[in-house]
């Protein structure tokens, strides 16, 4: 059976530069949209594990009635072993699943 969705690294793995930047020519670039995209997963991760939190959420401020909620936890530790922001916008980038343009270089061609 082949698998054809692309698996994410859950740890730091070495990269060939090379490969960065044969969509953009400039291995710099590359990067800049990497991170770009990195920082987008990150804010959509954050809120979605906000929203998911915010359910558990206490109006009451007692540190007595605060009680570990398994559910809660569960939840947590699913995000924490979720792939990095930065290892899922390498993915993407090396396969083509970002869109980016740079209007410099529009204006120049």
């Known amino acids: 059976m082949s698998n054809t969705k692309s698996t994410v690294a859950s740890s730091t793995i070495t990269r ?3 490969q960065l ?3 953009t ?3 710099y670039e590359s990067l800049v949209v ?3 995209r990195a920082n ?3 804010n959509n991760i954050k809120e979605e594990l906000q929203g ?3 359910e558990f959420a206490s109006s009451n ?3 007595e009635e605060v009680f570990e909620n398994r559910e809660q936890i569960e939840i947590s530790k699913h995000y924490e072993r979720m792939p990095k922001p930065t290892l899922i916008a390498i993915d993407e980038f090396l396969h083509d699943k970002v869109y980016y343009r740079n209007p410099s270089k ?3 061609g």
């Open 16 to 18: 060939d530069l090379r």
């Open 21 to 23: 930047d044969t969509t």
């Open 25 to 27: 020519d400039n291995v």
């Open 34 to 36: 990497i991170a770009k």
């Open 40 to 42: 987008q997963i990150s």
């Open 52 to 54: 998911k939190l915010s």
């Open 61 to 63: 401020d007692n540190l």
């Open 106 to 108: 529009e204006q120049q």
